[in-house]
Structures are given as C-alpha cells and as structure tokens.
C-alpha cells in the first residue's frame, strides 16, 4: 500500500479527524488513536445504535471512522501522558488534531517545539471556523457549519425550508480535504525532508465545494437558492413521480433531450422546451409533461428503456439497498471484519481502489475498529523496543 510504514498518530476525536485518519490507514499507515482514558473518543458514546454484549456496547458510530487503527490511552493532564505522546511523536509522520485552536499549545506541543524534536512531521489540524480571524475560536459542530457555510441555503425543498444534508458532510469533507493535505505535504517531504502544517476547517471545506452555486454569486451576482429534487441550471435534471415511486433523470445536453422525448413519445418539436434555457424557465410546467407520461409505468419499466435509450436515469435507493447492491459490492464498498467483541461486521468500505501496472487490484486486510485502550501494551512494548 503506498503508506505502508508511515506511522500516523491520530489525537482527534469525533468525526473529521477521525475520518482523516482513516483514509489514511486505508491506504496503508499505521494509525495509533490516542484516546482520554476511560471515556475515549467521543464518538464511542454516540448511539444508539450500539452492537455487542450488553456489559460493554460498541458505538456503530465510532465505527463508522475507526476501522484500521490502534487504540491506546494517554491522560494528557499528566507529565506521564505528555512524555509517551512524545515519544510516539518523535517516531511519528504525521499527527492528525482537531482540538479547538490553541489547546495543543497549551498541552506543550506548539508546531515549533513539535519540528524542533520531529523536522519531518507533517501536522494537520481541523477546526470548526479557521484557526484564526475574528471567529477562530468557535466550536465546530456539523450543522451550525452547514448553516453558517450556505450549505442549508441550498438544501430542501425550497427557499424557506433550509435542510441539513442527511451525513454530516462539513465534518467528512474536512477530513477528505485534511488526508488530500497530508498527502501533498508527504509528497513535498520527500523532496525536502520538511515537515509541515496543514490546516483546513468545516467552514473551509464547505465553501469549497459550493463549485458553480459559489460562482453563480461571485461571478454573476445572484444568491441561489434551494430548489429541492431538481437541478437549478440543467432541465430536465432532478427526480420525476412514476407508478411506483420515484426515479431520477439527467439530461444534459440536447442530444439526450431528444432521445428523452423518443423513450417517453413526447412531440419533438414543441417550441416551449426547445433549448436548456426555455426548459429552465418553465421547468414545473416540463416537469408535470414528464410525469403525467411516467405516471403510467412503474420504475423498473422506465429505467430498462431509458438505459436502452441512453438517457442518463436510475432508481432512488434506500440504505439497505445500497449495500445490497451487486455493483456497490463489485466497488468494494461493503468491508467485512472480525471485530473482538461484536464479531462478524460490515463496514463502509474505502471510497479508492488501486490497481498496479499489471492492472492487478492492491488489496489490505481491513482491520476492525480497536476497543478502547486494545493496544496499550503492544503500543508500549514497541515504545521501549525503539529507544
């Protein structure tokens, strides 16, 4: 794996941090938690649902962003715990922090004192806001970053109904933006032999995927707004009511306008829906044609011709039928593992697949999300062994 051997070690707790360190060790590092002694990461405490015996219940949670990592615990109030987070520091690569800015500089690892001892470690730390300007200092919290961030603003089923997004996406993408740093400032050491600091923030990485709603506000000074199922600048573009249920269709261009019109026998040449535009412009009048013509099939009947036809569609599923699903499998985004005292679990698989020159597919045994403190000796022993 193109990690392997290079020893992360993860202060964070929650979801960000965690997520980040993860993707991380699913590429191959060697991931050590380090964890408040008794209580652990937040996150263990976070259901229901919990899995296992009934005298110590796992958080699926916590499992959720925990898989291929070691767990030790540090109380990092004592002289004890901060001279052990030291020496793993020493050995480390990289550290990955979500403490709230200021708090690891007051524990006696400011970034000088950190590449004083260790010049190569590459440092990432999250937060909610920024690790400065005038509101640095806040908490972070998924949903308040949401709405703080716009996100909100666009999500629902329209202006006045401003809706979360149902996985707390500030947190996930700023740990998929935070593993993307630490990757860039690897690469950069292995040219310098420099450490770095990487920060990134819920705020930050939400605005960063605002894409072409920023730019219809920065460039062309509108305010988008939310317009539920339905695309706010292609048309047809959003989910459409048939028989059964519901499905989904992308038209986005006008090639597959017209094959749209052959699947559901609709006139060619009707002069309100001619261009993107027009279709925009009267984008619930399109959409009540198009239903009226789903209304009579159920979902499958339409995604088998549409498929046939080469108009982009599919079907709006449900979680369980998600991992159910043969192509998700194929994808390997259902890992199993042997967890210690839950047994037998799926996980969310890894969202990257590798593949070497031979196209041969690069494989790593998933490791099950640790108990609290499961490694503390084996961490330990390693310690000593390395002074």
Not at 33 to 39: D, F, Q
Not at 214 to 240: C, D, K, L, M, W
């Amino acid at each position: 794996m193109p990690l392997a051997g290079t020893l992360v070690v993860d202060l964070s707790r929650a979801l960000a941090g965690p997520h980040a360190a993860m993707m991380l060790g699913d590429m191959g590092a060697r991931v050590i938690k380090v964890e408040s002694p008794g209580t652990g990461d937040d996150a263990r405490g976070w259901g229901p649902p919990f899995v296992g015996p009934e005298d110590d219940p796992q958080s699926t949670y916590f499992m959720s962003a925990n898989r291929n990592k070691e767990s030790v615990q540090l109380d990092l109030k004592s002289e004890e715990g901060r001279a052990t987070l030291g020496e793993l520091l020493r050995r480390a690569d990289v550290l990955v922090e979500n403490f709230r800015p200021g708090v690891l500089d007051r524990l006696g690892f400011p970034p000088a004192a950190l590449h004083e001892a260790n010049p190569g470690l590459v440092v990432l730390s999250i937060s909610g806001f920024g690790h400065d300007g005038p509101e640095g200092g806040r908490a972070g919290y998924d949903q308040i970053a949401q709405g703080e961030a716009g996100l909100m603003s666009l999500t629902g089923p329209g202006p006045g109904s401003p809706t979360r997004v149902g996985v707390p996406i500030g947190d996930l993408l700023a740990g998929i933006y935070g593993a993307y740093g630490v990757a860039t400032a690897l690469a950069a050491r292995a040219r310098t032999g420099r450490g770095t600091v990487v920060r990134t923030s819920l705020l930050a990485a939400l605005v960063g995927v605002h894409a072409f709603q920023g730019t219809r506000h920065t460039v062309a000074g509108e305010v988008p707004q939310a317009q539920g199922n339905h695309h706010p600048t292609i048309s047809p573009y959003g989910a459409f009511g048939c028989r059964d249920g519901m499905l989904q269709i992308a038209v986005g261009n006008d090639a597959q306008w017209l094959r749209l019109l052959d699947v559901l026998d609709l006139p060619g040449d009707d002069p309100r829906f001619t261009t993107n535009g027009e279709r925009r412009e009267r984008r619930e009048e399109l959409t009540k044609v198009i239903e009226d013509v789903l209304m009579t099939e159920d979902r499958d009947t339409w995604l088998a011709r549409l498929a046939e036809a080469g108009v982009p569609a599919g079907a709006i599923r449900t979680l369980d039928e998600v991992y159910a699903w043969d192509q998700a499998r194929s994808q390997g985004l259902l890992v199993e593992v042997d967890h210690p005292t839950a047994g037998r679990i799926g996980l969310p698989g890894p969202a990257l697949r590798l593949f070497d020159t031979d196209g041969e597919e690069v494989r790593r045994e998933h490791r099950p999300p640790p108990l609290l403190a499961e490694h503390d000796d084996a961490v330990r022993a390693w310690l000593e062994e390395k002074q």
